[in-house]
Each structure stands twice: as structure tokens, then as C-alpha cells.
């Protein structure tokens, strides 16, 4: 546990919060600050800065509770859709420092945007440069 940790000290029980399910290895709660009702994140219980410090068997069990929640999350709200998103990092603007999905509910007039409209435009990347990055995202892994 990081004691300076927001959600570090939510996982202890320090600081309330609006738990809706909870595994061995993580928890989805409530977003004290929701971007529509319903907003839920799911983190490790561990506390791990990024997606990239996780280990395999939290990751999975992350992904599983989310993949759990996401349907209830729908359901309680009456939402046909939602946006399933993690900041990971802080250049792609993660504000608390412990890994988390957040759940999003959606509905198709609420006037909001997809994740594409994150960017104003695409790079164009051409077709070798492409086949470049994903001969080095293959060497990486
Ligand atoms: P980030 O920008 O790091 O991806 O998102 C952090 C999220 O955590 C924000 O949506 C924010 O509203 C939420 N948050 C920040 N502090 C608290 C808190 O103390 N309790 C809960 N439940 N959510 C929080
Ligand atoms: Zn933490």
C-alpha cells in the first residue's frame, strides 16, 4: 500500500467510498466525480502506478471484474452503451497514480464524443512506417 494513495487508502477502508464489487485482487467502485451517473472504476488492490507495472494474474483478474461490472453498471443506469477507458499514464492524463478503468455510461444523446475525438486529426501514417512499428511492437513484447 502507498499511505499517500487515494485509492490505496480507499482499498483500506480510510477513506469511503461507493463500493459496487469487489474480488480478491480488485474492487470497482464509484467515481467520486462522475462523468455521468453510473461513472465506476476498477483497480488492483496492489497498488501499481500503470497498465505496464500489473502483473499477469492482476491483470486478468482486473480486466474480469471490469468485465463483470460493465453490464451491471449499464443496467442500474438504464445505459445502452459505455466507454471503457484507462488513463495510463500521466501524458495521457492520469491524475491518481494508481491504475484504473474507468466505466462510463453512455447513451446515444448525450451529446458527448467517441475516444477519436480525443485528436483533432490522424498523422496519415504511410504503409512502411506501419509495418515498421508493428515489426518492433512483435520485438518488444
Ligand atoms: P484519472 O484522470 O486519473 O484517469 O481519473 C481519476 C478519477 O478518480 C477521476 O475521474 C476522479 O473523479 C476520481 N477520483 C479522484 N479522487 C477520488 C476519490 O477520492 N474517490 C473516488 N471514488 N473517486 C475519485
Ligand atoms: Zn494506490
Same mark, same amino acid.
Given at each position: 500500500? *502507498?499511505?499517500?494513495?487515494?485509492?490505496? =487508502?480507499?482499498?483500506?477502508?480510510?477513506?469511503?467510498?461507493?463500493?459496487?464489487?469487489?474480488?480478491? *485482487?480488485?474492487?470497482?467502485?464509484?467515481?467520486?466525480?462522475?462523468?455521468?451517473?453510473?461513472?465506476?472504476?476498477?483497480?488492483?488492490?496492489?497498488?501499481?502506478?500503470?497498465?505496464?507495472?500489473?502483473?499477469?494474474?492482476?491483470?486478468?483478474?482486473?480486466?474480469?471484474?471490469?468485465?463483470?461490472?460493465?453490464?451491471?453498471?449499464?443496467?442500474?443506469?438504464?445505459?445502452?452503451?459505455?466507454?471503457?477507458?484507462?488513463?495510463?499514464?500521466?501524458?495521457?492524463? =492520469?491524475?491518481?497514480?494508481?491504475?484504473?478503468?474507468?466505466?462510463?455510461?453512455?447513451?446515444?444523446? *448525450?451529446? =458527448?464524443?467517441?475516444?477519436?475525438?480525443?485528436?483533432?486529426?490522424?498523422?496519415?501514417?504511410?504503409?512502411?512506417?506501419?509495418?515498421?512499428?508493428?515489426?518492433?511492437? =512483435?520485438?518488444?513484447?
Amino acid at each position: 500500500m *502507498d499511505s499517500d494513495c487515494i485509492f490505496c =487508502q480507499i482499498v483500506a477502508g480510510d477513506i469511503p467510498a461507493n463500493v459496487v464489487a469487489e474480488t480478491d *485482487d480488485a474492487v470497482a467502485f464509484l467515481d467520486a466525480n462522475p462523468l455521468t451517473p453510473g461513472h465506476t472504476l476498477v483497480i488492483p488492490r496492489e497498488h501499481y502506478h500503470r497498465l505496464n507495472d500489473v502483473p499477469d494474474d492482476v491483470a486478468a483478474e482486473v480486466l474480469g471484474l471490469l468485465h463483470d461490472v460493465v453490464p451491471a453498471v449499464e443496467a442500474a443506469v438504464d445505459a445502452p452503451a459505455t466507454t471503457v477507458a484507462f488513463n495510463n499514464g500521466e501524458a495521457a492524463g =492520469q491524475e491518481v497514480p494508481h491504475v484504473h478503468g474507468h466505466i462510463v455510461p453512455r447513451s446515444g444523446d *448525450d451529446g =458527448q464524443r467517441p475516444i477519436h475525438a480525443l485528436f483533432d486529426d490522424r498523422p496519415g501514417v504511410g504503409d512502411e512506417e506501419m509495418d515498421e512499428i508493428a515489426a518492433a511492437i =512483435q520485438a518488444e513484447r
